[in-house]
């Protein structure tokens, strides 16, 4: 990476932007609070350590900043509602996953079992739309509907791919889309409304950071470091799931296209992670991430943005790809 | 029940409403269709035995009568997302209690496993909201995400009171008003606006016959007959699901408030039924399902009704009751 010290991506924008965005983010969380606190001792349980987990909140902080200075109430509730949808996928996912951990605390479901945590991410979910129609707009809602079906489509698509070793990097991109592009493209565009260019420019933004995120995270759930990402690697091929750098790597070395994910245990899967990385699929990989940040600060340049607030973009752009978590 | 036939809830109304209601609901079933088919094969395959095994599409029926003859697309458009967020429900309560057939037909979780009945869940429900946000205004978006909040958080109270056998009625009633009662709410005043008073009187009707259908269903899980209901009897007991029927029954037969639920099989489960059938608290909880249906035709007569519309509502309310399945 060549950088010995990664700036937290909302701590560094936040210096910069100054005390509106800092102040708003503390409101987000005050008010993800007030929410799961405010719907009796089940809820609290349940995903009170989702939300005492915290996050990096990257699309919170992509809605407060979409919204601009002067986003006002409207931005803050539709920052916290697009959060909740967040925490509720991610309950949902570690189900599907038997998830054990998330970012070092025990999950929903291996806390309280399956059946609440299926209940506890509808609730999350319901709350996310009950928050945005309180002062929402319908464009807002609508937005975030949509979002959410892409959300479930991709997730219907990774069920289907799993343990596919062949699946194509055209596939693989078109879950990303569903699975991870959508709600950064939806964060973009529902804090405020602009003209149609300006939205545009932010769905292509968003979308592009969205690609970016993912490709990141695939990377580092092969190479890791573990003390960084929380989490053992390999995961993915552990679940099924056949990431980019696996697909890359299968060029290099075809021996992967036979691999079955079926039979591997957390050792063998990390092996399989050395491999993947001694192809260079994983600087491939990262070089990919890295060219659809460029290619999302290039769909700022049609918006109209004042030149601070593309500063802040921008970092914003380069914190996804510059973490370890 | 003194009737050798019942009539079909929305066989009898539509004939007494005319034309005008069973075109309506064959556009709501067209659109459950067009939605379901029109999100890839996925959602389709997975979703498509749960719409094609029907329902009594009760809360659709309740939303176009409700609405009235000029309820026109909004209320189309309402009672299609309201069936969708009920039809969500149904594929992740299925998951919680591992069922393997709904009316008759293999589940979502039974055919197409676990991770893909949570994410087609999600996908319903998301639909909904698209549906509705599609044309619907923002009254009728807040009003299906209050009641979405309530389903949800009534699922983790029957989850939190699953197998204590000595839960009491009081917490029965309030998991029944967020569990049943609050989608039959929703649905009496989703799909038109009207003047407050009317609008509370059709909230009180709707959660009274909301309360008297889930009532009637616990009746039924007791004394079925089976052929009728397409379901075993003691279906509630086996998922420590403590109904109304035992309760009533624990205070003529104490020793049933001693069971240990966790340890019954079928056969002891219609076992307890039969005893709680000999206590007469099946018939004691049919009288007080009627008891609310009447309640409910108390509270539209404070609604301002034309009188041929009265008799079709009242002919709902009565349907609730009058069914075996």
Known sequence: MGRSSIPEPVT????????????RLQRVEERLVEVIDGHGERLAAAAGATLAAGGKRMRPLLVLLCAGREGGEAAINAATAIELVHMATLVHDDILDDAPLRRGRPTVVAAAGRSRAVATGDLLYSRAFAELTAVGSEDQVAA????????AQGELAQRQDAFRIDVSAERYFRRCRLKTAALFECACVIGASRPESEREALLGFGRQIGLAFQLLDDVLDVVGPVERTGKARGTDLLDGTVNLPLIRARDHDPELATLDLRRLDGPA?????????????????RAEAR??????????????????DRELFELVADGVVERYS
């Open 12 to 23: 560094a924008v936040s210096d910069l932007a100054g005390a509106w965005l800092p102040f």
């Open 144 to 151: 975030l509907a949509a979002a959410s079906v892409a959300l």
């Open 269 to 285: 899967a990390e092996r399989i992670c050395d491999r993947i990385a001694a192809t260079g699929a994983t600087d491939q990989v």
């Open 291 to 308: 060219e659809r940040v460029e290619r999302a600060k290039g769909r700022l340049r049609e918006a109209a943005l004042a030149e601070g």
